[in-house]
């Protein structure tokens, strides 16, 4: 039978992911992680100690500083080659874990100031600040990063103390030194302690920072149906920036799945090139719904605030989508399609078109996802996809690619693969980042490379999707990667990504053990010139689709055919150059083709109709 899995979007995401293959799919075991470092220390402390391809920077008391990828706690400025990444602290030297600090570098990334305090005990307790964000202000024309500031946005706890509920934000500014001047703000929407996880901090070239959060009842630990565009501006007379928070509330009506709401992912894009153009976008499932999945929901505003506008919701059943989603969705014949979006983050290009980088699912009929037994491992139908837009009316879909691997349980948490999007300065090129395993008997994520794709404005997809780690110092432990919104300009049409990622120890450690920080350094993806053709769907054609007899399918491979439910019908040899397979006698329907070739293994979904 049909295996289905009801998600609770929450807080984090269950993930099984399809099976198709990359180029640079090969077996990785778990690193030696006592080789990590350079110093033969399990746990560095003193920080930074520097490597061939990497920086050791801060610390944090434990894992619960990075563990989510709505928070954007690295960023890079191209007008003062200045890198910056916000995180919890040590209960050490006087400090609470609650308290946050910042890492910098001046250099480009080459060398680090640590431990930068930005938070320091509010109101006579604990600030117990947690998953922050920051970005930078950089003054028009200014080039000395002793007029920039760093602006951080969290969320904080009601009380200040261990037995305090979500429901405060805090929001900081401070100069970028050893030793900041700081302002901190603590406090919450409305006055009513349900503010809850400010997210998608962005800098404007104008000096306005943006931010979202939602509306959260710490009692009942439920969401309320209410969004906050939280805005801040830069006030030369006082030197620091001035919140209003929430600069405007959207109120949504909310689906329900037993206790829960169908509500996992907000964030913020701003314009590179015009800071009155915003988007906020809210990954969500309303009640109503026709789709009865959850999908992003967008306002924009094009003067600055003043003015928001929600856009026509993503119709997958419109032209020329639909047809693009049917290659990738898994249903049944007489069903709907139901792409079902789980992680999203966004960013904005140089024409203004917003991205909106996705995992996106099969959607069962009861709100779950499709999963099918293939082999030994249990697959939902899982793909990279980013949907672009400018109104609402020219929804678009570009595939990037497919994964093999779901989360896996460590400790208290899961590893999942945060999925972001970055840009250049300009926003001509768009670069998409997850981590992931790739292992012939393990489907979990256990020990995750920094995969990478990049897409260009004119050219769209650029380059193959890369595996940014394999065979470096970082190989198999990138988990909970932190990327840089920006990305660092090469000036060749390649780009270093600026990430940040936990050392943690998958086999031993536990989520409460002490986090040493490493930042990655000189990741480059290069473009591929002529464009890419995709590495998942290597060359593959099968026809005609759908089928009434026998399909071929081209590059005389094996093929092996299965059913939606996940049974093996049968297994047909590679012949010289196409593989037939006769179809005449199975029922109508939807069925897979497993299909080895020399690049790995590609899944095609085809029709029986006759």
């Not at 984090?12 to 075991?29: D, E, P, R």
């Not at 939602?214 to 501006?233: E, F, M, P, R």
């Not at 769209?460 to 990327?483: C, K, R």
Request: aromatic share 12%; charged share 20%; with cysteine.
């Amino acid at each position: 039978m049909r295996k289905y899995f009801i998600l609770l979007l929450v807080l984090g995401f269950s993930v099984s992911l399809n099976a198709q293959m990359h180029k640079t799919l090969k077996a990785v075991k778990a690193p030696d992680y006592q080789a990590i470092f350079d110093t033969g220390a399990s746990n560095p402390t003193t920080a930074p100690y520097l490597r061939e391809d990497g920086v050791f920077i801060g610390a944090s008391q434990n894992i619960y500083s990075i563990l989510l990828a709505g928070p954007h706690q690295v960023m890079y400025n191209s007008a003062l080659n200045t890198l910056v990444f916000t995180h919890r602290a040590l209960d050490a030297g006087g400090h609470d874990s609650g308290e946050l600090a910042y890492d910098f570098s001046t250099d480009g990334g080459d060398n680090w100031t640590t431990e930068a305090w930005i938070s320091q005990d509010a109101q006579g307790a604990d600030a117990e600040c947690r998953y922050p964000s920051i970005t930078i202000f950089n003054p028009s024309g200014n080039s000395d990063v002793a007029n920039a500031r760093i602006v951080a946005n969290g969320p904080s706890l009601i009380g200040y103390g261990a037995s305090a509920g979500w429901g405060y934000s805090f929001q900081t500014d401070a100069t970028i030194a050893a030793s900041p001047v700081t302002h901190e703000y603590y406090g919450s929407n409305n006055g009513d302690d349900t503010d809850f996880h400010p997210y998608g901090l962005e800098m404007g070239s104008d000096g306005t920072a943006w931010s979202a959060s939602t509306g959260y009842n710490s009692s009942t630990q439920t969401y309320l149906d209410n969004v906050y565009i939280n805005k801040a501006v830069y006030n030369s007379g006082t030197d620091q920036f001035d919140w209003t928070s929430p600069f405007y509330s959207i109120s949504m009506n909310l689906h329900y799945e037993g206790t829960d709401k169908l509500f996992n992912g907000w964030d913020v894009a701003v314009s590179p090139t015009d800071p009155n153009l915003v988007y906020v976008v809210v990954n969500c499932m309303e009640e109503g719904d026709t789709k009865q999945v959850p999908t992003p929901h967008v306002w924009k505003t094009t003067d600055g605030g003043t003015n928001w506008n929600e856009l026509p919701a993503i119709d997958f059943t419109a032209e020329p989508l639909a047809s693009d989603m049917d290659q990738y969705i898994i249903y049944n014949e007489g069903e709907t399609m139901k792409p079902h979006i789980v992680d999203i983050d966004a960013t904005v290009d140089a024409d203004g078109m917003l991205h909106v980088f996705s995992t996106v699912y099969s959607g069962a009929p009861d709100f779950g996802f499709i999963y099918t037994e293939v082999g030994d491992k249990t697959q939902s139908y899982m793909h990279y996809m980013d949907f672009t837009t400018t109104d609402g009316t020219d929804w678009a879909m570009t595939y990037i690619n497919d994964l093999e691997c779901e989360a896996a349980t460590w400790g208290d948490v899961k590893t999942y693969m945060h999925p972001q999007v970055a840009r250049n300065e300009s926003g001509t090129d768009i670069i998409y980042t997850w981590s992931e395993t790739f292992a012939d008997t393990d489907s979990l994520n256990t020990a995750p490379n920094m995969m990478a794709a990049m897409w260009n404005t004119t050219e769209g997809l650029t380059n193959d999707s890369i595996n940014m780690t394999d065979g470096t110092g970082a190989q198999g432990i990138a988990f909970f990667p932190q990327v840089s919104p920006v990305v660092i300009d090469n000036g060749d049409g390649s780009f270093e990504i600026p990430m940040v990622i936990p050392l943690i120890n998958f086999a031993t450690g536990t989520d409460m053990d002490q986090t040493n920080y490493l930042y990655l350094q000189d990741y480059v993806i290069p473009r591929t010139e002529g464009g890419v053709e995709t590495v998942s769907k290597p060359g593959v054609i099968v026809f005609p689709n759908p089928v009434a007899d026998k399909v071929s399918v081209s590059r005389g491979a094996k093929v092996e055919m299965y059913n939606i439910l996940g049974a093996k019908l049968l297994t047909v040899e590679g012949q010289k150059e196409v593989t037939e397979i006769n179809m005449s006698d199975y029922p109508n329907g939807t069925y897979l083709l497993k299909i080895y070739t020399d690049e790995g293994i590609v899944t095609k979904k085809i029709q029986k109709i006759k």
